[in-house]
């Protein structure tokens, strides 16, 4: 079955207007598990309960409300959020456009794709126009709008044959690396180190190519599901810690036969942005 779009709406940048669909362009494959009684397995539910009435309560009783003591809450409805949160929720304001490779990948939250709107040639056109300028250009534009009750900083790109939407995350929302309490580390590295650090990854150097690349952890955990499913017990090993060498260049001329063999680049081509 063919994706449903989750958001139609509109890119405005100038006086271009390009109608969109928005789709998810990610599938959670984590294995989820639910919460069940021990003792004969049936599903625990969690229902809605009142600390002060001390008693369950209706779902249809409870509404929003935004701490602003330990026990003062600020009741707010849909629509007032919505009316707080300005008139972005059908268009894509984008009000610049940046080199792609400039945008740090911290900054990249979740992906989507954008399909052509349903608004005739004149608009399909306008898609095309937009998908291959950025193409082109190897920009992307940035804008923002507002979607599941908070405004997105947006960055929309040319991703093969549509285009990619990719919510982005605030500066003020990352975490300062310099704020990190870790120990501190050599000013640089011993140049014969760096050399032969080079040397190793050059020898494990190989195009990227994500269908290679799989969830082996899924794949266990999974396996072992089956396994208990089947009435076999689920064998446990601890990890083993990995071997700390006193010498680093030796363990980097070690490590040097490894990877050899391994497949290499034949041409430094960009490969597409994650």
Sequence with gaps: MAPRSLWNGTITFGAVAVPVKLYT???DRTVHFHEVHLADGARIEHRPFCTKEDKQIDRDEI??????????????????????GGSRTRIVAVDRFVALADIDPVFFDKTYYLGAGDAG????????????????SGRAAIGRFTFHNRERLVAIRAYDK???????RFADELVDASDLDVPDVPAKAKPAEVRMAGQLIDGLHAPFRPEKLHDEHREAVLAAIERRADGEPIETDEEPEPERPDDLLEALKASLPKSKGKPKAKSRRRTKAA
Excluded: C, N
């Design 25 to 27: 362009a990610t599938d």
């Design 63 to 84: 509404v929003k409300g935004f701490a602003v003591t330990k026990s003062r809450y600020v009741v707010v409805d849909q629509e007032e959020i919505d009316a707080a």
């Design 121 to 136: 040639p004149p608009a399909r056109d306008a898609y095309r126009l937009l998908h291959d300028a950025l193409e082109r």
């Design 162 to 168: 549509v285009l990619a939407l990719h919510t982005m």
